[in-house]
């Protein structure tokens, strides 16, 4: 279990705790966590799970794999810290994870 | 005005079969498809990529999935009404009245929504003022490259399309090519002639930079770029062009009255029928209690949605369930020879 606090761009806070195994974005899904579309479902086929991740967090969780980079060419607004939400997997280690969801997806 | 017995909206994977399934009971369709070949997401996101779930075919691509289904369709004669999106639909006695951006109508019993996650619509620039020159100065593709001859165009993105129209007009104007980081991706040929074309000064080529803002009255007269560190730079151009890949929107669909719940529409599982007699919704669009986004999914709601729609397009005969391997009727329709 970890807990992951999603943080909407009006600035809401959503803390809730995710099993170990799901994504960052499967954690937001079944939470009803506004904002993550998630079109394809987890397949790193579109971007529309994106999501800024902390400064101090980002350098903490596994790093980016092939393809991540590409899909995040077609994010909305994309920045240094932007990841894609299906591709961070949940453990013990990123207990406490912050991440700000972008004003819109698309 | 097009009468037929189903119309058909998406021509992915699942609108495709279910075409072949309408066909072999002896009803006809026509598909729309907002983009510009069959396939869907299949062709439109991963043609290259192997998929190893359809039953009986081990392996294969986006692409050649669909083809095959093309092919299995080669006995019929199915119009597909390709670059056009179905913006309305109306009801009129026992019909649905459906309209096309295009201006095409159809006037038919049954509308088979296997939309997918929508329509493919180009990802757009973030800043708000860019709407206001959009389809002057501002596209999102190219219809008319002879506009450019001679003038300073600006282009966004790091994919196939970007760099290719990149290395196309700076033959005959001058390019800006901004990307978001220093790694493109496309074509290796590509990106090596991207960066020798930049060495020779043909392009000009601004990476870790994005949109940060257009300006100017009635003309585009430049535009401000955001570099990672928060520098900004100002280019003159007379032209942007902004290559950011398809997202999917659910489009006019949203305003059929149908049940929409997050971006899916509710259906029933006997016939995968929505809250509308004679609208259904399947595959990835549609949503039940258990509902698979697999493609072997959009199959089997397709041919049930497809005898559903024969009891609408042919109310006064029965439908008789047949196998393709005995039926003289079926095999008469499929142009193959009876034993």
Known sequence: ?106 | MIKTDALIIGAGPTGLFTAHQLKLIGLNCEVVDNLDKIGGQCIELYPDKPIYDIPAVPECTGEELTNNLINQLKPFDIKFHLNERVEEVKKENDNWLVKTNNGTSFSTPNVIIAGGVGSFEPRKFSPKECEKFENKSLFYSVKDKKIFTGKTVSIFGGGDSALDWAVELSKECSVNLIHRRDEFRGAQATIDKVHQLAKDGKINLFTQYQMASVKGDKNLESIDIKHDNNEIKNLKTDYVLGFFGLIMQLGPIANWGLNIDKKTIEVDTEKFETNQKGIYAIGDICNYPGKLKLILSGFHEGALAARACFKLARPNEKYRFEFTTSSKTIKKRLGVKGD
């Open chain 1, 1 to 106: 279990m970890a807990k992951i606090t999603y943080i909407t761009h009006d600035n809401q806070k959503h803390e809730v705790e995710v099993q170990n195994g799901l994504t960052v974005m499967e954690g937001a899904v079944q939470n009803d966590i506004p904002g993550i579309d998630a079109d394809c479902g987890g397949g790193m086929a579109c971007a529309t799970c994106h999501v800024y991740v902390k400064e101090d967090w980002f350098n903490k969780i596994p790093k980016k794999e092939d393809g991540e980079e590409d899909m995040l060419d077609m994010a909305f607004e994309p920045k240094t810290n932007s990841r894609l939400s299906c591709q961070i997997v949940v453990s013990d280690e990123i207990d406490g994870l912050e991440v700000n969801i972008p004003s819109k997806q698309a």
